[in-house]
C-alpha cells in the first residue's frame, strides 16, 4: 500500500511558478512510475507529467517547455516544477503511482493522492 500526500498548490498570476511536492509512503518508491495529473472543471482528468521508473520522462503538449517533473528517491518525493502558468493550467493536480515501468493511462495508476488545488489568474 503506499499513501501520497501532494502539497504546493495555491493561487498565482499568470506568468507565475509554482512547485508542487508530493511525498510517497514505503520503501520501494523508486521502482514506482510517478506521474502528475490534473481535471479541471467540467474535463476529464489528464496526464500532465509523468517520470517513468526507468528515467524517461513525459510532458503532455499544453506543459511541454514550462512544467518540469523531477523526483527525490532518497526522500520519497515527486515534485512538479511549474513555470509561465496560464489561466489555462488552473485545475486539481493529483500524484499518483504505478507498479508499471511505463504507465501512459490513467488506469495504469492504482495509488492517488488526495489532491491540490492550482488557480491561475489573468
Known amino acids: 500500500q503506499v499513501q501520497l500526500v501532494e502539497s504546493g498548490g495555491g493561487s498565482v498570476q499568470a506568468g507565475g511558478s509554482l512547485r508542487l511536492s508530493c511525498v510517497a509512503s514505503g520503501r520501494t518508491f523508486s521502482s514506482y512510475t510517478m506521474g502528475w495529473f490534473r481535471q479541471a472543471p467540467g474535463k476529464e482528468r489528464e496526464s500532465a507529467a509523468i517520470?517513468?521508473?526507468?528515467?524517461?520522462?513525459y510532458y503532455a503538449d499544453s506543459v511541454k517547455g514550462r512544467f518540469t517533473i523531477s523526483r527525490d528517491n532518497a526522500k520519497n518525493t515527486v515534485y512538479l516544477q511549474m513555470n509561465s502558468l496560464k489561466p489555462e493550467d488552473t485545475a486539481v493536480y493529483y500524484c499518483?503511482?504505478?507498479?508499471?515501468?511505463?504507465?501512459?493511462?490513467?488506469?495504469?495508476?492504482?495509488?492517488w493522492g488526495q489532491g491540490t488545488q492550482v488557480t491561475v489568474s489573468s
Open positions: 517520470f517513468w521508473s526507468g528515467g524517461t520522462r
Open positions: 499518483a503511482a504505478s507498479t508499471r515501468a511505463i504507465a501512459i493511462r490513467i488506469n495504469d495508476y492504482r495509488y
